[in-house]
């Protein structure tokens, strides 16, 4: 990666936009996932729930709103075990009853999809994953059903972005606060050269509906994730972040990982630095630059970050892949080896 400061490498030319977003449409999202092909039959799928998400009830939405593909019905009702098309698992609700699990009866049509939006550090357990799920659904690109916290939708015309007015410098929403993580012991370091506004538990208070307004204000938020692995980008980058119309400092996988999401001019990675000294550095200059600053933005003409908000949505990717995704039936031997 070449030393920064230095202008972002994509330029001004719409050619680069184009790239990524041909690249963006044309790769595949899944191991063993064929090409989409009209829905099977006139069959309406059911879908068990087995378990609300952290015990998170939600309203289940009509999936041809969607992806417009009919819809399924979906149940959170265990009497369906035996009958339902496809039984959905939440990880942290089963990982430790997977013995039962196992003895469970299924009909031989029926597919069990693994469901996972947390990281491999955040997932306990996962050697009890092996041999027991037909299909996975999770961030990673290389799941059988892809479930991103985000994407970018293409504009049908180019539109133009204004950049919300910033009046601060940089920003960070964190709860989940570990003293040892490395993205804590990165923002110990990079205060001593730049003031950073923490929000979150016990930090400065953000109500929820304020988010969006407090950190627009700012020209950059420490999208920090809590652990680093492949494909992990959160919420933190597609909500705290684009959503508010702000630059992402990204602390993550690695840059070439970020790009196979982001266009590379629309992010800071902390490892383009050789220290957080000279990322402050960085940062100073650039929010004292307006046209190298703006320039963060220009991918925003031709595409818009699109964040992945609520249960019900990923449920459906579910309902859709199914409909609309010939495999053939199989039994996932490495779950665990996979996803670590």
Not at 12 to 35: D, E, H, N, P, Y
Not at 126 to 145: E, K, P, Q, V
Request: include cysteine; aromatic fraction near 14%; proline fraction near 8%.
């Amino acid at each position: 990666i070449l030393p920064l400061p230095v202008k972002p490498l994509w330029g001004a030319g719409w050619c680069c936009i184009c790239f990524f977003v041909l690249r963006s449409m044309l790769r595949i999202r899944g191991r063993k996932t064929s090409m989409h092909t009209p829905p099977k039959s006139e069959h309406r799928l059911t879908i068990l729930l087995w378990s609300w998400p952290f015990g998170q009830h939600f309203n289940f939405r009509n999936c041809s709103e969607l992806f417009g593909t009919p819809d399924c019905y979906f149940t959170v009702n265990r009497s369906w075990s035996q009958k339902a098309d496809a039984v959905i698992m939440h990880h942290r609700d089963v990982c430790w009853d997977t013995k039962r699990l196992a003895q469970i009866p299924r009909p031989p049509s029926q597919r069990w999809i693994w469901f996972n939006l947390e990281s491999p550090s955040h997932s306990p357990n996962l050697g009890a994953m092996d041999n027991l799920f037909n299909l996975t659904m999770s961030y990673r690109r290389d799941s059988d059903i892809f479930s991103p916290y985000g994407d970018l939708q293409l504009l049908s015309q180019p539109q133009p972005f204004n950049i919300p007015s910033k009046t601060k410098m940089v920003a960070w929403v964190v709860s989940n606060w570990q003293v040892g993580s490395r993205r804590v012991k990165y923002y110990q370091e990079l205060k001593k050269y730049i003031a950073v506004d923490v929000y979150g538990q016990h930090h400065l208070p953000l109500p929820r509906d304020k988010l969006l307004p407090t950190v627009s204000q700012y020209n950059f938020y420490l999208a920090f994730e809590n652990s680093q692995h492949e494909d992990y980008i959160t919420e933190k980058l597609w909500m705290n972040a684009l959503s508010s119309g702000t630059v992402p400092v990204v602390l993550g996988p690695p840059r070439e990982n970020y790009e196979r999401f982001l266009p590379p001019d629309s992010f800071i990675h902390v490892d383009d630095f050789p220290s957080a000294s000279d990322l402050a550095q960085y940062l100073w200059e650039l929010s004292r630059d307006t046209e190298r600053y703006q320039h963060y933005f220009q991918w925003r003409k031709w595409l818009k970050p699109v964040a992945v908000t609520g249960w019900a949505l990923q449920v459906c990717r579910a309902c859709h892949f199914l409909q609309t995704t010939e495999t053939r039936y199989r039994v996932v031997p490495d779950l665990s080896e996979w996803f670590v």
